[in-house]
């Protein structure tokens, strides 16, 4: 297989190969972006690619164990394929993985990593130790680590027992979620929906590229496609009518996401407004002063 067909699963083919070589080369990350923008699926995509038998990719959505540091350490062990007792904290688990399998390589995958931080209610394990063994990572020879957060890690405060201890001190390397494309966005859709024609094909693009939260959008104009949602008008008025039915179940969605999201289009979309009220009154001004 070539190494462009490594990556032609990927929503994001470049992104997603940079990240990889970064974790072969043994990088602890941080990639941001805001909500529906794909991160779970960059995951995901990382999670598919072919590594090699000696590398185990292991996910965990740190959402789901906040509350629980036992059950984060269950869910590593369970990944690992490792049997018999959980040791009691990271740094056990880690020592008992190389002990029994020291010719493989670990990369981390923590989705909403930022769970963890700014939250003066999360577990008390998750504790100075905790952080301090995932900053020793990058110092394994067989393990990579890769954390996932709205924004950057280094922004954020962690709480140790409930109380404000200091701003993140992990040493990660932040890398920013780049904008879908468009090329990208129309690539993804053909993938699921091959029988639009190459006109639909295009106003299907430009919806989901002008969209706030694209790859979340994308996902939901597809699976009502393909459910044969609303087959009795024209696509045009289907996507219009996905969008507003969209934001009607993700109220939380507003434009003060703007400040947050990768989508170039947003930028696009702020200069045209600006653009639209700055020029007839520059038109005005050169009018007033001839």
């Excluded at 699926?41 to 965990?60: A, C, G, H, P, Y």
């Excluded at 007792?85 to 390589?105: H, I, M, T, W, Y």
């Excluded at 939260?213 to 008025?237: K, V």
Aim: net charge positive; glycine share 4%; hydrophobic share 40%.
């Amino acid at each position: 297989m070539t190494e462009t067909n490594l990556y032609q699963h990927c929503l994001r083919p470049v992104f997603t190969e940079n990240v990889i070589k970064d974790l072969q080369r043994r990088c602890s990350l941080n990639i941001y972006g805001a909500p529906g923008q794909g991160r779970k699926r960059l995951l995901e995509d990382i999670q598919k690619f072919q590594w090699d038998s000696n590398t185990k990719v292991l996910m965990v959505d740190m959402k789901n164990h906040r509350d629980s540091h036992e059950s984060f350490l269950q869910a590593l062990w369970q990944q690992m394929g490792m049997a018999g007792k959980v040791p009691r904290d990271l740094s056990g688990v880690l020592a008992k993985f190389k002990q029994a399998n020291s010719s493989l390589n670990l990369i981390f995958l923590l989705h909403h990593f930022d769970s963890l931080l700014n939250n003066a209610t999360v577990h008390h394990q998750f504790n100075v130790k905790f952080f301090d063994n995932l900053n020793a990572i990058r110092n394994e020879s067989n393990m990579s680590l890769l954390c996932v957060t709205e924004k950057k890690h280094s922004l954020s405060v962690i709480f140790i027992e409930e109380k404000t201890h200091r701003a993140s001190w992990l040493n990660l390397e932040s890398k920013r979620l780049t904008g879908l494309t468009f090329d990208e966005i129309r690539y993804e859709i053909k993938q699921r929906i091959g029988t639009l024609s190459g006109e639909e094909l295009q106003e299907f693009a430009h919806a989901v590229y002008a969209h706030i939260a694209p790859y979340q959008f994308l996902m939901y104009c597809c699976d009502n496609y393909l459910n044969h949602a609303n087959d009795d008008i024209e696509l045009s008025q289907r996507l219009k009518l996905w969008k507003q039915q969209y934001h009607q179940d993700h109220p939380s969605l507003t434009l003060s996401n703007f400040d947050y999201c990768a989508n170039g289009a947003v930028c696009a979309y702020r200069s045209l407004r600006m653009g639209l009220f700055l020029n007839p009154l520059w038109t005005g001004i050169k009018v007033f002063f001839r």
